[in-house]
């Protein structure tokens, strides 16, 4: 049975007529392709085949779904089944879902799960409490640590006992810690299998572990996992001692989140809590229109120096022409240098100590554009003259493009490292922020400019 | 001895009287963290430091260095020191360091490798042929493969082999491939623990193995690794061949690589080879100039538009004081529809068949957030007044907010679907582009607009 052919009311068809030949084609899949089918249908089939497939299967794609269509499907079942399946998830993902559940269909499902595996249902209690996006909440407490006076044989047979259990997230890093817990050292499988059987993990260990803290932000944890270039990092508490460990693969999907939360803030957009399609109308209308709303109420400003030059105006009506050409030059040179330096802060190329040297690279760069930009204005301003001698026209567009590009060039850099400064996400220094602060002041610095440079003529 | 004590004058002097407490010193270090010290110093410090570790450690330090200090100690080494450390890197980073020298340097220092270690040298030989960029850039060689039949014994036995002669990458996958290299599963070392020493693999092995092909882009690799939460993934020829793996480490770096670029290109930047500070000013002013002289080029076009309204000009000059506030309305939010499409795109949310979707979508929200920017506008318009009446300015006014932004949102979407519709990155759709375009349409949209508003007037 192929089920590519099975989307829809072929679907409905075969679960109706051959569940089992319809089981068995789901145990031939990718758990991760299922999800992407069972995303794909309506909340009533999507229960039916979830329902179909084994509970360890159905779990794998339970996790790999949404959140919001995880937390469809777990009140569309019954609380026992609901709780078997949470029971076959991992500890990490487990949490995650009964923190989407509201508190009432978590209580329920808890308390179903507390009936079949208490200790799994403790656990999620404990975990719970640590927020999605910290150390804590991406971790699994499904780690190995054994004391350090444990000989190499019993502890590969304490590996083979696990990892027949299947009762840790990774066998090929075991910890060694001392009583209480306390984080000592680690030991690869691979150097397991490499020493000897009567060697003591003591002797075996490295007990320079990179660690991380539980509450440390998920953002710290992908860091450290992506600088030391490691495959899990074990998370303690404020004491040393071991809570768990997050895995690499768990922070690719971190590293791809911030990014996308980044690219969100920087165009303007708080940033969304679910996919795209996901997201309501009215949620998108929220993140969006404050943001504007805001912005919108900043340029009125603009309005207000455009009514204080009304003179310089009347009688020079050749300079309005030129002000959307000037002002976008300063807002697109703000944008390049903003992406620029928060993204060098983001990987850690520019460090907290080196923002005067950031700050006179983009001031240099922006005299540099605009004296290229500058020139070209200067063109165009001595061509079009209107009712001012070409050379004053000329000579005031160009030098009001110098000074509002190196303005968007400052703005640009300035924003992203006061916004660290003051302990917030750079990425908040969005580009639409950019580009209105840089039309406001852009715009006072033209008509300072231009009002100079054509004083003569008048 | 303390090295955070040994920057700069001291580190000299630490250098020339107490080498070996140095010695120790860095024997003790994480080779991230000497790579940090290694990039503040200056080329000739950098080379003693490194000239002081063991080949192992320096080789480790190494390749953690941006490619452009990499390049620098390479050079500043004799032919045969150079040769030694390349010997000691993994085969991928070797590959990387050897690509980014000279074709002049890359020779003398492969010549040298030649004579010590034959086969690294043809290995070298071998890769650089793939861009790195490509799966085949990314992959190491040294991986595992035995033939179906071998005995899990004989398999942990050639696990421990290798494991001890530091030959591969991983231990942890262990291929199955048929004659010829031909990839037909895989077996983890959890499962070969847990199974019987008398079973063969091809009865433990998964033969549905997640693989990527040698001239897959990078982008695909870590989809793929992030999609399937795998550790590492195979690379296969056009025959299915094995020819290595890529791990998930290696990924975590693509992953952030790309977001970077990304960043850049929507931030209006040709994206950066190098780091922030590794960039030259002149390749600055050439990436971000090329792109300003451009958009500038197609701004100029404002200027034309407001000169063919000079009359409806010349009779309001009130209109006059909008256009920025009515411009960068349509800009801001042309900037988020950009963001949120680009990046729902990035991560595979919208897929290729749904751009209607999301065509619709944003028409609407533009309309919508429209809607409430147009009001505010009117109620500036109609208080400003100036030499039109209240009511007439306030209507032109809301009346083109309204249309300018929804312009721009739907800007915004269609130039990312566009772009990757006719195959190129959607993330080129840069934000100067989005809003110099917005800018133009713009500025025609507001003019008609307020011209068939006003008309009653005259």
């Known amino acids: 049975m192929q089920l590519a052919n099975l989307i829809g009311p072929d679907l409905r068809a075969a679960l109706e007529d051959d569940p089992e030949g319809l089981r068995e084609a789901l145990e031939d899949m990718h758990p991760e392709d299922l999800a992407e089918i069972v995303e794909d249908l309506a909340d009533l089939e999507s229960v039916a085949l979830i329902r179909l497939m084994g509970p360890d299967l159905a779990a794998e794609v339970l996790e790999r779904l949404p959140a919001d269509r995880q937390v469809d499907v777990m009140e569309s079942l019954e609380a026992d089944e609901a709780a078997g399946l949470l029971s076959e998830m991992d500890p990490d993902d487990r949490v995650d879902v009964v923190q989407e559940l509201d508190d009432d269909h978590a209580e329920i499902i808890l308390a179903a799960l507390q009936k079949s595996e208490p200790e799994a249902a403790e656990e999620v209690r404990e975990l719970v409490h640590y927020p999605p996006e910290t150390a804590g909440g991406l971790m699994t407490p499904d780690v190995i640590s054994l004391p350090p006076e444990t000989k190499v044989w019993q502890a590969i047979d304490r590996v083979r006992e696990i990892a027949h259990a299947e009762d840790a997230e990774t066998v090929y890093y075991i910890y060694v810690c001392a009583y209480g817990e306390k984080l000592m050292g680690v030991v690869s499988l691979r150097e397991m299998i490499l020493g000897e059987s009567s060697q003591t993990l003591a002797e075996l260990m490295n007990s320079k572990v990179v660690r991380v803290e539980a509450t440390d932000d998920q953002e710290v944890v992908a860091d450290v996992i992506a600088r030391y270039d490691l495959t899990a990092v074990p998370v303690v508490d404020d004491h040393e001692r071991l809570l768990g460990l997050v895995t690499v693969d768990d922070v690719v999907d971190v590293v791809i989140e911030e990014a996308t939360e980044d690219a969100q803030k920087m165009g303007g957009v708080v940033p969304l809590e679910d996919s795209y399609f996901a997201t309501s109308f009215l949620e998108f209308v929220w993140k969006r229109g404050a943001v504007l709303v805001v912005l919108f109420l900043g340029q009125l400003l603009t309005a207000t120096v455009m009514e204080a030059n009304e003179n310089l105006l009347h009688q020079t009506l050749s300079l309005v022409i030129f002000v959307p050409l000037i002002l976008s030059s300063g807002g697109n040179t703000g944008s390049q ?122």
């Open 337 to 458: 240098s903003a992406a620029l330096v928060i993204r060098a802060m983001a990987v850690g190329e520019i460090e907290v100590g080196e923002w005067s040297k950031v700050l006179i690279h983009e001031v240099a760069m922006g005299l540099c554009l605009g004296l290229i930009l500058g020139l070209m204005g200067f063109a165009r301003g001595y061509l079009v003259g209107g009712d001012v001698e070409a050379l004053h026209m000329g000579v005031a567009v160009g030098a009001s493009t110098l000074c509002v590009v190196a303005l968007g060039a400052t703005i640009g850099s300035v924003l992203p490292l006061l916004t660290r400064r003051v302990g917030l996400d750079p990425a908040v220094s969005s580009n639409p922020l950019i580009a209105s602060l840089s039309d406001v002041l852009g715009l006072t610095i033209y008509f300072a400019v231009a009002g100079f440079v054509l004083e003569a003529v008048f």
